[in-house]
Nanobody, 127 residues
Framework: QVQLVESGGGLVQAGDSLRLSCAAS????????MGWFRQAPGKEREFVSA????????YYADSVKGRFTISRDNAKNTVDLQMNSLNPEDMAVYYC????????????????????WGQGTQVTVSS
């Protein structure tokens, strides 16, 4: 079992930055690819970004590319999402997710391919 706890959400103005963090516990963190997803009111949960277990490969949704940066620290068991130039369309509950990195290759952008989820952290962006 992997426990994931997100933090760093809050209320910001359009154009501001915010840094989300996800702390993992329970299993060997470096055995997991990590992803960030978000869900806005009335919408389905969508992929935001992902990072491979070794931190060498990162992936982004087109809507956040160039504004968001994902990173991880396997020594601290954390994965962060630096969000810059936030706009009201980024307002959502942000979820951290873990995917076991070994075995058959799985998509990093599909939520059903992740094994563990955090409870989410709210990001509100005022215009």
């Amino acid at each position: 079992q992997v426990q994931l706890v997100e933090s760093g959400g809050g209320l910001v103005q359009a154009g501001d930055s915010l840094r989300l963090s996800c702390a993992a516990s329970g299993r060997t963190f470096s055995n997991y690819n990590m992803g960030w997803f978000r869900q806005a009111p009335g919408k389905e949960r969508e992929f935001v970004s992902a990072i491979k277990w070794n931190g060498r490969n990162t992936y982004y949704a087109d809507s956040v590319k160039g504004r968001f940066t994902i990173s991880r620290d396997n020594a601290k068991n954390t994965v962060d999402l630096q969000m810059n130039s936030l706009n009201p369309e980024d307002m959502a509950v942000y979820y951290c997710a873990a995917q076991f990195a070994y075995g058959s290759s799985r998509s990093l952008s599909q939520e059903h391919e992740y094994d563990y989820w955090g409870q989410g952290t709210q990001v509100t962006v005022s215009s």
